[in-house]
């Protein structure tokens, strides 16, 4: 499966947020978006998930542009966690990762026992099961983060784009949920799409980082061509020693303090 | 839920049987079940007037007001999962302000010989109001700010306040009528028909039905408007549809009865505490309990109390109190 960006742009009234993107993402590889604050990751990921259209250009999907698709079938090709992870009612954390089955349950119909099946394991690998009968806006931060993950593996799709999915949790929860990303990837030949601020996790857990910068797209390829002390200074404007690091097995980043 | 509805036909029942002439209810059920199986004969040895009483005055006013507090109810329930707030009421957007409003109009015009004016005007003015506020908060170009909740809110707040003033000043022109206009406000459930249950029913059915239809993308839309579009809901169309769904539901109510308060905000919210934030639960629920509660109010006022007070001033002053309980125990819980 293969997701082409052809031209795009996107502007707010007359801020232009997306410049003349042209990418192609194929399944069965881990993507990073890094950039700075404001420099249209977010928009990015909108545009693809179809929740934005774009100005000009298209988008498809195996060769199918995604804004022909209903919600119902992006929904069933493409999950999304956002950045925004607040839920207005009470919700338990099993009701809210029953939702990501929504795409495949007809109306004033039960969950099958499939659904049933798929959400205790999402939240068994996430490890929320524990807190199943919890009320969402009663857990920090890293845990509702969880229960919005497990939602969208369960949505089941061939296509995930994470925002910053790992932003509230630990470090020990961060590596979980980037292993069973990746082992979807490599596994179940899936499409990962994240967008990251941590420059090193980026780089030792995807197969390509693409860089933006005011729109624009500044490198994309593999993180030993992405990542060199000149992309970084050019587009996050600080200085930083970049080497390959053996342990993890992949460019890492260290900033000297002034 | 069969609790909640063995709990609204017993107090059907006792409502009946209460009033300025009491009837046992034992005669009530044999004249009900009577009319209902078409055995005519079970009702020739019971009283003419308890017939003349059931049929005429409070059967009509009973089931009326119940449905209002159903419809209210539900609307109330729609208005809160729309505009993600748990303190929205039917009356969030401004569709009380145009149906009354629209009924000042009609009163002061003296179109109230004509029986249906004064409703159908108010129906009218509800309906505009809401279509205006709908037009400011909509915006074609930008899709995520567009029918915001808080685009909705304002748009509603700013359509109301200038109503409001309308309606003061409709009130200062009005000279003798002013007391009409002011009894119409406060609502009422006196002297309805037939005419008036079987428009509420209409409405309710359908709304009901709608709202059902669409309770599981209600409840998705409480992620946020990016999480429930990548889930598969169409956001703009479903807030449209219950939109227009909880609007039509406090516009029918506010032309039958007057404009009551608390009850879409009191009954949705307390029934929250009970069945949790699912809507396909909420709302059904909601809708025995809203006429429940509104059945209850009215028949305090009507048979209990040595005055009839206006119902709408009746759910305000208990419900307050009540919903100012709830909120504190609920807050620190």
């Not at chain 2, 129906?123 to 109001?129: D, K, L, M, N, V």
């Not at chain 2, 629920?285 to 429940?292: T, Y």
Request: hydrophobic share 50%; glycine share 6%.
């Amino acid at each position: 499966m293969k997701l082409n960006l052809h031209d795009i742009s996107f502007a707010y009234h007359l801020d232009i947020i997306i410049k003349d993107i042209n990418c192609s993402f194929v399944s069965g590889n881990f993507y990073s978006i890094i950039g700075p604050n404001g420099s249209g990751k977010t928009t990015l990921l909108d545009l693809i998930s179809g929740f934005l259209a774009p100005c000009t250009g298209k988008i498809d999907i195996d060769q199918k542009p995604v804004l022909s698709l209903s919600t119902k079938e992006i929904a069933k090709k493409i999950a999304l966690v956002s950045q925004d992870y607040t839920i207005n009612f009470p919700f338990t954390v099993k009701e809210v990762v029953m939702m990501g089955r929504h795409p495949y349950i007809p109306r004033f119909s039960q969950p099958s026992g499939n659904d049933m099946e798929k959400v205790n394991k999402m939240m068994e690998v996430t490890g929320i099961r524990h807190l199943q009968d919890r009320k969402i806006n009663e857990l920090s931060g890293g845990e509702r983060q969880r229960c919005v993950f497990a939602r969208a593996l369960c949505q089941d799709t061939q296509v995930l784009l994470l925002d910053e999915a790992f932003s509230n949790m630990d470090i020990n929860h961060t590596l979980q949920m980037l292993s069973i990303v990746k082992q979807s990837v490599k596994e179940k030949n899936k499409l990962v799409i994240s967008v990251f601020h941590d420059l090193n996790l980026a780089s030792s857990w995807s197969d390509a980082l693409l860089m933006l910068k005011e729109g624009e797209i500044k490198a994309f390829g593999n993180s030993q061509d992405v990542l060199t002390q000149q992309t970084i200074k050019d587009v996050f404007n600080v200085t930083s020693i970049v080497e390959f690091n053996k342990y993890v097995q992949a460019k890492q980043v260290y900033y000297p303090s002034i | 839920m069969i609790l909640f509805s063995l709990f609204l036909v017993l107090m059907i029942l006792i409502s009946l049987s209460m009033g300025y002439i009491s009837i046992p209810i034992m005669d009530i059920i044999t004249i009900l079940y009577g009319k209902i199986s078409g055995n005519l004969q079970i009702i020739e040895n019971t009283r003419e007037v308890y017939l003349a009483v059931i049929f005429d005055v409070r059967l009509p006013r009973i089931l009326t007001c119940a449905g209002v507090g159903a419809a209210l109810a539900v609307s109330g329930g729609l208005f809160q999962g729309i505009l993600l707030n748990p303190l929205a009421d039917p009356y969030t957007l401004g569709v009380s302000a145009g149906a009354a409003f629209g009924a000042c109009i009609a009163i002061l015009l003296n179109l109230s010989a004509a029986f249906v004016s004064v409703p159908a005007f108010a129906f009218t003015g509800a309906c505009t109001t809401l279509f205006v506020v709908i037009f400011l908060s909509y915006s074609s170009k930008n899709p995520m700010s567009g029918l915001s909740s808080n685009n909705l809110i304002l748009s509603g707040i700013i359509v109301a306040a200038i109503l409001s003033a309308g309606i003061s000043f409709l009130k200062f022109i009005a000279n003798e009528q002013v007391s009409v206009i002011i009894f119409w406000l406060m609502g009422s459930f006196a002297s309805k028909t037939w005419l008036d249950f079987i428009a509420v029913m209409i409405f309710l059915i359908i709304g009901f039905f709608i709202s059902m239809f669409y309770a599981r993308d209600l409840n998705l839309i409480s992620l946020g408007a990016k999480s429930a579009t990548s889930l598969g809901v169409n956001l703009k169309r479903v807030t449209i549809i219950l939109l227009v769904t909880g609007s039509m539901l406090a516009a029918i109510c506010v032309s039958v009865s007057g404009i009551i308060g608390f009850v879409g905000l009191l009954v949705p919210h307390t029934v929250r505490f009970i069945t949790g934030p699912d809507n396909r639960k909420l709302i059904p629920l909601s809708m025995l309990a809203g006429a429940f509660l509104l059945l209850f109010a009215d028949t305090i006022t009507r048979a209990v109390l040595p005055h009839e007070i206006p119902i709408g001033v009746l759910t305000a002053l208990t419900g307050g109190p009540v919903f100012c309980w709830i909120f504190k125990k609920s807050k620190f819980k």
